[in-house]
């Protein structure tokens, strides 16, 4: 494959550097979020598992803005840029009781997360072996998974009650997504990349590697149907390991 010119290179760092950004940005917002429910949860041991839990997303949050200023980038800029992603997710989607919490950021750091280690796909191998295991903690998930499998257990008005909230927050949360997108088109740019290496790969296996382009392509329609066709396949697996319809 020809190797890419320097401006290409420069293109695709930058893409790389707006994907970090959103991954440090979400691990932000997860501090804050997992703080905001170790102040209102229920007991005392909720309460300390969730502020570790909080502290540990600080840490991989600082752990990706290190990788940003490796490539040369701004960590404050990066994470301001999606300063306000989440806004309207987050007035749109209040929760009125401590299982709609849960599910909220189940359901939220679940479809975002998905999201991110898609577009991983596409970034350099040290900067997508960094977001996957950043992305890969599973912690959180665990606890949520457990308090809600217990608590549905013997609560069949509450199982349906969720069901109902999990299909209205999956709508908003891959509304995120497609906000994101648009707003930050090198994230587009990731996710088309990912399909054309893999259509490249498929064709390798059959004939001599062909040469691509070394610029950056810009977004594709099919790419993005595909995408929110995984997220959605994804989403609906989390929900059955909660014994919820999705």
Not at 59 to 67: E, G, H, P, Y
Not at 94 to 117: I, K, M, N
Request: include cysteine; hydrophobic fraction near 50%; aromatic fraction near 4%.
């Amino acid at each position: 494959m020809t190797e890419a010119a320097p401006e290409a290179q420069q293109a695709f760092a930058a893409d790389t550097v707006e994907l970090l950004g959103l991954v440090a940005h979400l691990q932000h917002v997860a501090f804050n979020r997992l703080a905001e429910d170790a102040r209102v949860a229920p007991t005392t041991a909720q309460q300390l598992e969730l502020s570790r839990l909080a502290a540990a997303a600080v840490d991989r949050r600082d752990r990706v803005l290190a990788r940003v200023v490796e490539l040369g980038g701004d960590p404050g800029e990066c994470l301001g840029a999606y300063a306000r992603l989440l806004e309207d997710f987050d007035s749109r989607t209040q929760p009125s009781t401590w299982w709609e919490r849960l599910l909220r950021t189940y359901v939220a750091e679940g479809v975002s997360d998905d999201f991110c280690r898609i577009a991983a796909a596409a970034v350099d191998d040290r900067s997508r072996a960094l977001l996957l295991d950043v992305l890969d903690d599973a912690a959180h998930a665990d606890l949520a998974v457990g308090e809600l499998e217990a608590a549905g257990a013997q609560d069949e008005v509450l199982v349906s009650r969720l069901a109902l909230w999990g299909r209205r927050l999956v709508g908003e949360a891959l509304g995120v997504v497609q906000q994101a997108m648009s707003a930050h088109p090198a994230l587009g740019r990731l996710v088309t990349r990912r399909e054309t290496a893999a259509a490249e790969a498929a064709q390798a296996a059959q004939a001599a590697e062909p040469e691509l382009p070394a610029d950056a392509p810009a977004e594709d329609p099919a790419a993005a149907g595909k995408l929110f066709g995984e997220l959605t396949a994804e989403h609906t697996r989390r929900m059955s390991r909660l014994g919820l319809t999705a």
